[in-house]
């Protein structure tokens, strides 16, 4: 295992059939053949595995393994993976009265790992989990909000009808049909489907908070054992039909998920051969791709990402409700060196002048704050004069929490401490464990309670659309008491409207200058701070097959293609 890892150090050596590059160019190591393990490495935990409770990127491509969707990504290289094509269903949906009805037939030999049927009321059942806010919290709110604006559902466990099944805008006349009723248009309503919320979840089988355990299997694998903090196993589901599935070739016969804290460590097993992927692929530390690019360098993929870095300003916790604050926190921040701490322009990424990743339609160089301008160094005299506008001419101290298990994130925040303390901001860097961001981060509660100002963090789209990247960042009405990212607490009535006006219009260039007023807005209210627009080097070993960087999964392989040589 120790020699595995193979690959030489020109940008043209071709380790195994792939080499530097190759799943960013297309497939590397392309191969239709079945069996082995796939082993799968990360520092963090699932958010969970309950596709109605899950909101980390890497958490919803694994879930391809066992869970499927009336529709899904195509399983294809870069842009083209973000076009919709069926799944459960026979086709994507026939949109009628004027985009408002979606109506879906599925597909025949659909099986749960019991081998029953997949039905429309399993599909119907699962949506309506993500009411059950008090059980099922911390996935995206998409389709509550667009199905039931007014909150009048209580979810499947509150629910009085026989049936369970009483969320009026979903309609199922039989066991094949299912039909989506909206109030009002949405023109990425299939975009949100295809989300793991999606998902079917057999009544009979759900287990509520506790589904996250053992989660039924609709796909080609099933949840052999999960161990929080440890990892999960993944085996073969006997009951899958191949031939009701387009979308998986499901080439290993076992996965294998191993939590490790320690991510030098990490790089150094994944160079050994131990394992194929780092699962989160939010890029190699330092030493790590020192080594890799100097030794096994057609092992190494340049990943360009949708990611964007930046800080939320939680603005119900003083000093940051006044603007004046924020700004000086922004102008007395190096940006350079914040890049170079996560790794430089191509193992960390460009800087970013405002929060819109440059794949969404109405992302541009708007720059309020001339980050650009000043090559991201800090701009002491705006900043000591923003201290001034806001009431703390001798600077003022605040808290800024940082993921201890997302790389570099702890780092970045003493980064920042480094440089404010030249302007009279002093910063005291609270780590905690990203797995409890939801109760944390996430509680607007928790946040105010604990004085936590400032919150060190990272977005990527949740669907290629304005809607998918800004919404639950920035919208008034995403607000939640748990599983909030909404951190900064904007609830802006025109941001607001400017989101129902953009999911009215059905052209993309339309809605994107929609989106780029939003954007703007954000930029000038100064509740985020963006600093990067990520880009990692991830490491691909040389047993994997079917590797490439799936622009739907913002820039990650695509794991449900992924195979390996025994």
Known sequence: MATAACGGGKDDDKGDGAGFNAAMKGVANKSSKTGGTLKFVNKQDFDSLDPQRQYYGFAWDFARFYTRQLITYAPKPGKESNTLVPDLATSNAKITDGGKTYTYTLRDGITWEDGSPI?????????????????????????????????????????????KLGLKAIETPDAKTIIFRLPKPNGDFEQMLAMPTGSPVKASKDTGARYTNQPFSSG?????????????????????????????????????????????????????????????????TQSGRNDALKQHKGNVDNIETSFVRYVDFATKVKPFDNIHCRKAVIYGTDFEALQTTRGGPQAGGDIAPNMLPKS?????????????????????????????????????????????????????????????????????????????????????????????????????????????????????????????????????????????????????????????????????????????YEKNITWRSSRLTNAFSSAAYNGRYDYSQLGVVK
Not at 253 to 264: F, H, M, P
């Open 220 to 284: 080609p694998y099933k949840v052999q054992s999960y161990k929080p903090g440890k990892g999960a196993v993944l085996v073969r589901n006997p009951k899958w039909n191949k031939k009701s599935d387009p979308i998986r070739p499901a080439l290993p016969d076992k996965i294998t998920v191993t939590i490790n804290s320690n991510l030098e460590a990490i790089d150094k097993e994944l160079i050994k051969g131990n394992y194929d992927v780092f699962l989160s692929a939010t890029g190699m």
């Open 360 to 532: 969404i339609a109405g992302s541009d160089d708007y720059d309020p704050y001339g980050i650009l301008k000043r090559k991201g160094k800090p701009d002491k005299a705006k900043a000591k004069d923003e201290l001034k506008q806001c009431g703390k001419p001798n600077g003022f101290k605040a808290n800024i929490v940082a993921r201890n298990d997302q790389p570099n994130e702890p780092e970045a925040a003493e980064t920042m401490q480094e440089s404010l303390g030249k302007v009279g901001i002093t910063l005291d860097v609270q780590p905690i464990d990203g797995a409890s961001s939801a109760s944390i981060t996430g509680s607007p509660e928790v946040m105010k309670k604990r004085n936590y100002g400032l919150s060190m963090t990272g977005w990527g789209p949740d669907f290629p659309t304005g809607q998918g990247f800004e919404q639950p960042l920035i919208d008034g009405r995403f607000i939640q008491q748990t599983g909030n990212y909404n951190v900064s607490e904007t609830n802006d009535p025109q941001i607001n409207k400017w989101f129902d006006d953009a999911l009215l219009e059905t052209d993309p260039a339309k809605a994107g200058e929609i989106y780029k007023k939003i954007n703007h807005a954000i930029a000038d209210k100064a509740v985020q701070m963006p600093f990067l």
């Open 119 to 163: 039905t429309a009321q399993d599909i119907k059942y699962g949506i309506e989990r993500i009411w059950a806010k008090d059980v099922v919290s911390g996935g995206p709110a998409y389709l509550r909000q667009v199905l039931d604006p007014k909150g009048e559902y209580k979810g499947p466990y509150k629910d009085k009808s026989k049936d």
